[in-house]
């Protein structure tokens, strides 16, 4: 059976440097694994890590290495079995997390500053004291008003953080569930394969017609 | 079984481009024109197949089907699955753009060699084929995974604890995917047995 070539040098250099122009053209995209995925969230003075595969299934002592901006290793720990693992914030800086879950399954999230400084007690709490202490020295004359202002405060920021936690625990959960491939990146991956069956056969029957 | 972005070294990831540029010339050039259809079902079922993950054992892992994709598709394993992993790196953050070319060729290379290994056994007596179209699927997941553990030498520290535990994950996948390719070539025998390899020779 005498076969139809489709690949001579002109067909072959055409797609090519349109996938060329292609790759150049699309912005970089932050893609990693086959994929696992870390997410981290802080609540008081602790960062809360979860893991877990594209499947659903959690990463079992998969390795956490928590990074300062600079590159320097800050931390290092094992998630357990239910995909979680967390550390308390070592330095106010942005932190950036990396889950190696063996098998070349690498994860990445970077905590930005503000998340860590925003809810930080230790700070707020240290900061009140001071405050307090102060209006304690300056205003002998009215100290009432003033140690009760910060007490309100105080005490409304414990309660808020106290309500918000299992908010913001299920916020991150539900932002992370839908993280696999949705049914129209399915489609459409099948769409290219089958339009590049497509383009296939045109230039052949292109050339055929020469 | 795809290694994700920023793990490998330089290295890696050239020679990886570079046998994977190689290969999918050699199965451009050999594939001719009636097969393209075929071709890009193949690529389709292997994007989608990676969807289908197998919760057993300590990882997480889906099926490959480089078995049956190699078994049919000979040296054009390397453009299909090329296009395939390219479709899922864009689409589902499956592996990444850099390490492209080693993934094609942990996945590919396989299929080629099993190609070779089993095609020949195809037009044996139905036995003999099933039995072959069995070992195929899993021979390809097999060395894929001691592919995998290759190209992670550089970068972790112990190839046999690598590659074991690679191997060890995939027992199931293995199982699985020659099950699959012995029902497919079965199938193939009985209703169109000029898609199998050879069939012409």
């Known amino acids: 059976m005498k076969t139809a070539r489709i690949v001579n040098k002109k067909t072959i250099c055409k797609p090519f440097l349109i996938a060329l122009a292609i790759w150049i053209i699309t912005p970089p995209i932050t893609v990693w694994a086959h994929k696992v995925i870390v997410f981290a969230w802080t609540e008081g003075d602790t960062v809360y890590t979860e893991s877990k595969f594209s499947g659903g299934k959690r990463v079992n002592s998969g390795i956490i290495k928590v990074y300062a901006p600079d590159g320097r290793k800050l931390i290092e720990g094992r998630t357990n079995a239910a995909g979680e693992y967390s550390f308390t914030i070592p330095q106010k800086t942005d932190l950036k997390i990396v889950l190696d879950a063996g098998m070349g399954h690498r994860g990445e999230w970077t905590l930005m500053r503000d998340e860590i400084e925003g809810t930080s007690d230790l700070d707020t709490k240290q900061a009140l004291v001071e405050k307090i202490a102060e209006n304690r020295r300056d205003e002998t004359l009215l100290p009432v008003p003033a140690t009760g202002c910060a007490d309100i405060k105080a005490g409304i920021e414990k309660a808020l953080d106290k309500k918000l936690k299992p908010l913001i625990r299920r916020l991150n959960r539900i932002e992370h569930q839908n993280d696999g491939p949705a049914l129209t990146d399915i489609l459409g991956g099948l769409g290219y394969i089958l339009g590049l069956i497509g383009i296939a056969a045109y230039v052949h029957s292109r050339r055929r017609g020469k | ?201």
């Not at chain 2, 195809?122 to 001691?146: E, N, R």
Request: proline share 3%; aromatic share 10%.
């Open chain 2, 1 to 201: 079984m795809h290694i994700s972005e920023g793990i490998l070294s330089a290295q890696v990831l050239i020679s990886g481009g570079v046998l994977t540029a190689a290969g999918t010339a050699i199965g451009l050039k050999k594939l001719d024109y009636d097969r393209i259809a075929q071709v890009g079902m193949l690529s389709a079922a292997f994007f989608v197949a990676s969807l289908i993950h197998v919760n057993i054992g300590p990882s997480s892992v889906h099926l490959i089907l480089n078995g049956i994709v190699g078994l049919l598709l000979g040296w054009a394993a390397f453009p299909a699955l090329l296009v395939a992993l390219t479709l899922q790196s864009v689409f589902f953050q499956f592996g990444g753009i850099t390490v492209l070319g080693v993934n094609t060729v942990i996945m590919a290379l396989p299929s080629v060699v099993c190609y070779y290994l089993f095609g020949p056994l195809l037009h044996q007596k139905t036995a003999v084929a099933i039995t072959g179209a069995f070992a195929c699927g899993f021979t390809a997941v097999f060395l894929s995974s001691i592919l995998l553990g290759v190209s992670l030498v550089f970068t972790e520290q112990n190839f046999w604890a690598v590659s074991s535990l690679v191997i060890l994950a995939h027992i199931p996948v293995m199982m699985i995917e020659g099950i699959i390719t012995a029902f497919c070539v079965a199938f193939l025998k009985k209703v169109q047995p000029e898609l199998l390899p050879g069939f012409f020779k």
